[in-house]
């Protein structure tokens, strides 16, 4: 049986379970928080008043911070991209609306949410340029992305187990930190959004765990695969108007380093805690190349963290269009 055939098999004795994942990692649309849980009240007589008490403390933030904030929000907001590119996996197929498929639309539809919400909080702040908020985030859509993974649900499971966890991390950062300076509300919204990918985490590297007790030594080449190439962001391709592709990415990662929201230690401690959650260790009844990728996986945290010990940031904080200069 070819590796294609063999995961479409896979792929579909999964889907038999499905429906339990959704149940247990998904949230009814009825009763999961919305934007509007979060936001001043627009029907209500004290809106003006709430906005006028969020721009005042949003004053007080910095200018990496927002640089993240606008950087995790355009992330956020290319969903349209990151739907259609699961869709195409080897498995899922929506014409016949299968048991996959559904999952990637639920997972869409609260997915969603995080751009809605963080877009809205960004406007009502007054802090940063909108416009070329939008206009990234349209480059963003427009240009895609390409994650190494191609069909392959093994790459793009161990993918999406990767990044769920990458932006739990980034999330929750900017929650702590906007605690830090103040704005209690903003720390709430984005602790919100970070449980929103913590869960979804424990069900991207479940389908993993699920995949390795049949198909293991697949599995683990895939795992290994994805290592080697390394995992780079969706929004790898973060370019500001007028600018070309991919432009932008660099600048917003030092951001994010330097005020620690995700790190290159971080990176390393996701594929830390994936091999142990997957018990890379422990796993039996692998091929002779199987067995090789794990060593090679066993021994990446280590080599990996002596490379972030040596990387050393830029001193000067590129000056984005997103933001005002006024914040600086």
């Known amino acids: 049986m070819s590796q294609k055939n063999m995961r479409l098999e896979v792929m579909q004795f999964l889907e038999n379970k499905v429906d339990s994942f ?10 999961i928080w919305q934007p509007s849980d979060f936001l001043p009240n627009s029907e209500g007589e004290t809106f003006f008043e709430e906005v006028k008490e969020l721009r005042e403390i949003a004053k007080d933030l910095p200018y990496d911070f927002w640089v993240v904030m606008v950087g995790d929000t355009i992330t956020e907001e290319a969903l349209p991209t990151y739907e259609s590119w699961l869709m195409e996996v080897e498995g899922i197929d929506n014409e016949g609306r299968n048991g996959w498929s559904k999952w990637v639309r639920q997972w869409t539809g609260e997915e969603n949410r995080h751009g809605d919400l963080l877009n809205k909080y960004l406007y009502l702040s ?8 939008e206009i990234t985030s349209q480059h963003l ?38 605690k830090q300076y103040g704005d209690k509300q903003l720390s709430k919204m984005c602790k919100m959004i970070a449980g929103d990918e913590m869960r979804h985490h424990h069900a991207y590297s479940e389908f993993v765990t699920q995949i390795f007790k049949v198909d293991p030594s697949e599995m683990m080449l895939a795992f290994q695969y994805m290592m080697k190439q390394k995992i780079t962001m969706p929004a790898h391709f973060l370019r500001e108007s007028g600018e070309k592709i991919g432009t932008a990415f660099e600048e917003f990662s030092n951001s994010a380093q330097k005020i620690g929201v995700y790190t290159a230690s971080d990176y390393v401690d996701i594929l830390k805690k994936l091999t142990e959650k997957w018990e890379i260790d422990k796993i039996t009844n692998l091929t002779a190349e199987a067995e090789k990728a794990r060593d090679y996986l066993m021994k990446l945290p280590e080599r990996m963290a002596k490379i972030s010990e040596r990387l050393v940031l830029p001193a000067e904080t590129k000056i984005f269009k997103w933001v005002e200069p006024a914040i600086v």
């Open 126 to 133: 007054g802090r940063v340029n909108m416009r070329e908020v």
């Open 141 to 178: 859509i427009n240009d895609g992305f390409d994650i190494g993974t191609g069909k392959d649900p093994y790459k793009n499971f161990v993918y999406t187990s990767f990044q769920e966890l990458a932006t739990y991390i980034s999330h929750n950062r900017v929650s702590q930190l906007a």
């Open 22 to 31: 959704v149940d247990q990692f998904l949230i009814p649309v009825e009763k």
